[in-house]
């Protein structure tokens, strides 16, 4: 697994990180813009692309108000890239861009799934967090490993794909943050989520990092864990406008890609899917069979359970629009250690990376 190193000011990291994997970025970039066509002619058959670069135009204003740093390093991005800003949008926040497209157009519930585990369920008493990460099948070949080292902050390492921002991290101050997809009604144009987990792992502590998803103008919902030096850890469920913190029973907490929170899902554009409830019990049974016992290799083989009609990681795929397990990370943050299959984890071994 390589290990692309990004160093200096956010300006500098953009020109390497283009540097590095220009074409790959402009084929994300590409497909991507495509799929948000395709889906705005679902709602319009004479949508346009100048129309949905438009709305991703909507977004960016509340980017650089949200992180200049973060705002600086994407707008570079796209330059080196030779992107407009407004298609790179869409290439990083293609899952938030597309539900303030929908408004209301509701999916499957096909996705991630998540995993918080604290001491009292492992069998070393540390804090391990951690998912899939499913997407269309184009994505796969497309997965990055980035350590970024900026001149004024916090050194990380990211798990995400070529031409985009922080996806799953653990920082040098040993903060972890992760997310899986979820879909509301009150999408708006704002901040996109790799946004801000690349703002919550240049935080300074935890609380800062939570502070940055919990208060951040976001452009839709996720579900977002955060964990720390300390062993903390936190879920975050989110809408565009509301958020909470969910609990955590037996030190596990297991999350997929529909709401927990009833307050929330009254803003869920529908019912819990099958699929996501399929995989969120999944994995919450194999971890609680578990509990007290549970160690790194546990969560390996919990995020590669093949079983059933909706397994947690879904096999390679031939369509590269139809969607599959496209990566998988575990991070402990106390032991400042990442575990990462920057592919398919059936087929992608697990490869140890310090921060």
């Known amino acids: 697994m390589d290990i692309i190193e990004l160093t200096g000011t956010p300006e500098e990291m953009a020109r390497q990180h283009a540097e590095a994997c220009y074409d790959s970025a402009?084929?994300?970039i590409r497909a991507r813009c495509e799929l948000a066509l395709k889906r705005a002619r679902q709602l319009d058959p004479e949508a346009t692309m100048e129309r949905c670069l438009r709305l991703a135009g909507d977004h960016l204003p509340a980017h650089e108000d949200y992180s200049p740093r973060g705002y600086g390093e994407f707008m570079a991005l796209a330059e080196a890239l030779e992107a407009s800003p407004e298609e790179l949008l869409i290439g990083n926040g293609y899952t938030d861009y597309v539900d303030v497209l929908r408004g209301e157009l509701t999916e499957g519930g096909e996705g991630c799934t998540s995993f918080i585990a604290t001491g009292d369920a492992t069998a070393d008493g540390l804090t391990y967090v951690g998912q899939t990460w499913d997407m269309h099948a184009f994505a796969e070949p497309h997965m990055r490993v980035f350590r970024r080292r900026p001149a004024d902050g916090?050194?990380?390492?990211?798990?995400t794909t070529s031409g985009c921002l922080s996806l799953i991290g653990l920082s040098e101050r040993q903060i972890a943050v992760g997310n899986t997809n979820v879909s509301p009604v009150d999408a708006l144009p704002g901040v996109i989520y790799l946004a801000m987990i690349h703002r919550a792992l240049r935080s300074t502590d935890y609380a800062a990092a939570r502070a940055s998803i919990e208060w951040a103008p976001r452009a839709?919902?996720?579900y977002y864990y955060v964990a720390s030096e300390s062993g903390s850890a936190t879920g975050i469920e989110t809408t565009a406008t509301l958020h909470t913190a969910l609990p955590i029973h037996g030190g596990l907490l297991v999350h997929a890609n529909h709401y927990h929170d009833a307050r929330l899902g009254e803003l869920a554009t529908g019912p819990a899917g099958e699929n996501?409830?399929?995989?969120?019990?999944?994995?919450?049974?194999?971890?609680?069979?578990?509990?007290g016992d549970l160690t790194l290799e546990c969560f390996m083989e919990g995020l590669c359970l093949t079983e059933g009609r909706h397994p947690v990681c879904r096999p390679p795929a031939d369509d590269p629009e139809a969607g599959t397990t496209c990566g998988a990370a575990i991070i402990c943050p106390q032991l400042r250690k990442?575990?990462?299959?920057?592919?398919?984890?059936?087929?992608?071994e697990f490869e140890e990376v310090g921060v």
């Open 338 to 348: 990442m575990w990462i299959a920057p592919g398919n984890p059936r087929t992608t």
């Open 26 to 28: 402009r084929e994300m």
């Open 220 to 222: 839709s919902g996720h």
């Open 154 to 159: 916090p050194a990380w390492v990211t798990l």
């Open 276 to 291: 996501s409830l399929a995989r969120e019990g999944m994995l919450d049974g194999y971890l609680r069979e578990r509990a």
